[in-house]
């Protein structure tokens, strides 16, 4: 059983920053991915980013140049740190981390609102 407790969303203005944060604990040995999606009102589930065990990052193209993913492979952490936020990035941001041997696993959401 893989758990995952995520923090850091919040209310944010156009243009400000914020960081989301995931920790994953439980039976685990390699997390072979971790990232995030992110659902809009009325909208799918949407990949935002992702990272490999070994480094890999995978951005969706709205979120290039803006959003940086990162990982702590001692901790089981990922982290997603968002710059110059725009109102179009107002949803719930889901962690997703899929263990290298079994599964897939999601968090509960963060609510990120980008508003004036």
């Known amino acids: 059983q893989v758990h995952l407790v995520e923090s850091g969303g919040g209310l944010v203005q156009p243009g400000g920053s914020l960081r989301l944060s995931c920790a994953a604990s439980?039976?685990?040995?390699?997390?072979?991915?971790m990232g995030w999606y992110r659902q809009a009102p009325g909208k799918q589930r949407d990949l935002v980013a992702t990272?490999?065990?070994?480094?890999?990052?995978n951005y969706v193209d709205s979120v290039e140049g803006r959003f940086t993913i990162s990982r702590d492979n001692a901790k089981n952490t990922v982290l997603l740190q968002m710059t110059s936020l725009k109102p179009e990035d107002t949803a719930v941001y889901y962690c997703?981390?899929?263990?290298?041997?079994?599964?897939?696993?999601w968090g509960q959401g963060t609510q990120v609102t980008v508003s004036s």
């Open positions: 997703y981390v899929v263990p290298l041997r079994e599964g897939a696993y």
């Open positions: 439980g039976s685990i040995d390699i997390i072979a991915v």
């Open positions: 990272i490999t065990v070994g480094g890999r990052t």
